[in-house]
């Protein structure tokens, strides 16, 4: 019920090409999507955020795409670049008084990826 | 930019020592929590700590850990005596408000017992 499942768990895309990551969820008292950036050695670095209520949000070459329905949201980097590098990780919390698990993050995976130049 | 910091960035031990891994959040943040993430895996959440007590704590959190805010700037997490298994990154984080969502990240800290 907890669990977030994230894929590909690897992805080499050339520089200039699309990365797409997929992430799933179950718990529909999740409200709050964030993907974070990792470099090898250093803590995750927020990336970009989604709550349930919009189908997208896009921050420069970032944009996460969300269906509720589906309760499925993926991480679309555009014009991929080779510093762009590094593991992505989605992630899901409830921001909302009241619920157990209240606040704490439960991750995916982890996508490595390879831009290559 | 404000920024969670922890000490040390590498901290070597024996199995069976007590070792006390330090955080110091972002200064107007309420909110503290440790994850941890063994090597090539995914970030596992381990306690969550907000007005001077645990919130929620992971099945991971057991007897052997601890958390303290000793003063109005360090965080804690203290291993009373490491398994080998207890060798990971272990990464604070502090937000301002549950209800805001966002969580910063320090740099970790690597944990090796021996």
């Known amino acids: 019920q907890q669990q977030v499942k994230q894929s590909p768990q690897s992805l080499i895309v050339q520089k200039g090409g699309i990365s797409i990551i997929n992430c799933a969820y179950e718990n529909t008292a999740f409200d709050y999507f964030p993907w974070y950036q990792q470099f090898p050695g250093k803590g995750p670095a927020l990336l970009i955020a989604?709550?349930?209520?919009?189908s997208e949000k896009k921050e420069g070459r970032f944009t996460i795409s969300f269906n509720k329905s589906a309760k499925q949201f993926s991480l679309h980097i555009m014009d991929s670049q080779p510093g762009d590098s590094a593991t992505y990780f989605c992630a899901a919390s409830m921001t909302h008084a009241g619920g157990t698990s209240y606040g704490k993050l439960t991750f995916g995976q982890g996508t490595i990826l390879t831009v290559h130049p | 930019e404000p920024e969670v910091t922890q000490t040390p960035s590498h901290q070597v031990t024996q199995m069976g020592q007590e070792v006390i891994l330090r955080c110091v959040p972002i200064s107007n943040h309420l909110y503290f929590y440790w994850y941890r993430q063994i090597l090539g895996q995914k970030v596992e959440f381990l306690v969550s700590?907000?007005?001077?007590?645990?919130?929620?704590k992971s099945e991971i959190f057991d007897d052997q850990f601890s958390v303290e805010r000793p003063d109005g700037s360090n965080f804690t997490l203290k291993i009373r005596s490491t398994k080998l298994e207890d060798s990971a990154m272990y990464f604070c984080a502090s937000s301002e408000e549950v209800s805001v969502g966002t969580q910063y990240f320090g740099p970790g800290t690597r944990l090796l017992v021996l």
């Open positions: 700590f907000y007005n001077n007590e645990i919130s929620e």
């Open positions: 989604i709550r349930p209520d919009v």
